[in-house]
């Protein structure tokens, strides 16, 4: 298998990877709101940071839902830039939201992992589509 066809198999297995670290984070977010809180915190407080960070985990997996749609649909499954970019952006997700769960990194951190690893293949997934479903160009 070339170094080209090996893309599109790895971009699965990173973009699932990403996902299942993402719902093991909706499973165990109470470690990290609770980083995230001084030690005397109120419940108030806790419930305010705990909706944050559903609501950043359930944007994420919207996105999941439109790269999914993307990929499985054909539109940039084969399109090496796309693949590239989103290889890149998931592995280093996955790697830092490990980190995220393992360390129990503060709450704010998931948003500079969401912004740049999460956000920015969506968007290039986006303007993929409007290119081939909108201006009828080739996927690849």
């Known amino acids: 298998m070339t170094v080209i066809n090996s893309i599109v198999p790895a971009r699965f297995l990173t973009l699932i990877a990403h996902l299942v670290i993402v719902i093991t984070i909706f499973w165990s977010r109470s470690n990290n709101v609770q980083a995230c809180l001084p030690l005397d915190f109120s419940e108030e407080e806790y419930n305010t940071e705990d909706t944050r960070l559903v609501v950043a985990l ?3 997996l919207g996105l999941f839902g439109v790269e999914l749609a993307g990929f499985f649909s054909g539109v940039s499954m084969f399109n090496h830039s796309q693949s590239l970019l989103s290889l890149a952006a998931h592995c280093s997700a996955s790697i830092c939201l490990s ?42």
């Open 58 to 60: 359930s944007v994420t």
């Open 99 to 140: 980190f995220f769960v393992f360390q129990k990194w503060e709450c704010w951190t998931y948003w500079f992992i969401f912004a740049f690893c999460s956000v920015i293949p969506a968007l290039c997934e986006l303007i993929l589509f409007i290119a081939v479903f909108g201006l009828k160009k080739k996927p690849f």
